[in-house]
């Protein structure tokens, strides 16, 4: 009896102990990925701007989810506040109290297109591997536009990751850190023209990527406690719906099944600002798979 003790109290502590050390190599192995220092070499951005790029530029910002996690005002927010995952916080990004200092629309550049601060380091979260694959022209509205925020006054915290935040970083279970995926020496595509063609579709199709996959057969739910990520190409729903059902649901939430999408699941808040053009574009794409 004695000896079972033992035997369950030594098996108890090596379980402990190799947790422990797991958290260790976690923690010591994220710092460092985070405190690289890329080696870029991205030629000189010239801006161009005008009251329509400036237009274009506001529209992006809502498209492209910039506002839904850097605030609407984009004066930053605490955008994830959780005991286990840990805080993050984005950045205020107006030139007010609290926000962005000296930041040159070469360090726009490096942000959105390599996911990397001023120092070169890899950014959290923000998904940089889909903007590395934004146009020069779209980057360029974005870019315009975000060095005339209108100042925001807002001091926040600094993001820290937490225990179990480190744990999915190490397992790759979040994407922790997009600067990883991102390939840096890729060169700019000057533009998509904006038509109702497989090929605009498709290059709206990357802000999809993240959740439905790259063959936009969905898969896996994409964090605990989401749903499984539905298949959009021609195989799955999307296949028997007419081009006025799909648009309806990305602007409405509400599949022709009668099914309605939580947007924090499926963000049809930020697909119901696509124009009409994107929309068609991309069910064109989509039925094309
Ligand atoms: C999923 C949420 C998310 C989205 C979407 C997002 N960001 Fe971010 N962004 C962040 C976070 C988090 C940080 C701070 C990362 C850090 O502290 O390491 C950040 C950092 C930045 C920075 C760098 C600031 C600095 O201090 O170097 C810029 C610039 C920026 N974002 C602009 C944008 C723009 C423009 C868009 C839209 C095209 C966008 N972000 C979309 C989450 C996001
Ligand atoms: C943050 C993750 C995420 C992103 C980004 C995302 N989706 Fe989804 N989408 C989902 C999930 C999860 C579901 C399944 C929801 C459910 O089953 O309730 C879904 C469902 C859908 C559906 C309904 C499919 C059906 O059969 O009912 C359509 C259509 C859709 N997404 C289109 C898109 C398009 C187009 C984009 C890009 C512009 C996109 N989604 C971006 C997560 C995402």
Redesign the pocket.
Known sequence: MKKILKWFVYGFLMILLSGFIFYLYAYFSTQSRLAHVYNIDTPPFVLQTDSAILAEGSR??TV???R???GEDLGGKL?LNDPMLGL????N?TNGKGG?EN?STH??LV??KHGL??KRT??????SNE?SMLTEKDLNA?IAY?KQLEPVDRELP??SIGFLGYLLTSLDAIPMIPAEKVDHSRQLTKFVEQEVTVEFGQYLSVACEGCHRKTMKGGSPVAPGFPPVADISASGNVGTWTEAEFIRTLRTGKTPEGKMLKQEEMPWTITQHYTDVELKALYLYLKSL
Do not use: E, Q
Not at 88 to 91: E, G, H, L, S, Y
């Open positions: 992006l910002m492209k989810g910039c839904d996690c850097h955008w993050i916080v984005t950045p990004l962005l930041y360090d726009w942000a959105l601060s001023k890899p950014l959290l979260i923000m998904p903007f974005l975000g600094k993001s």
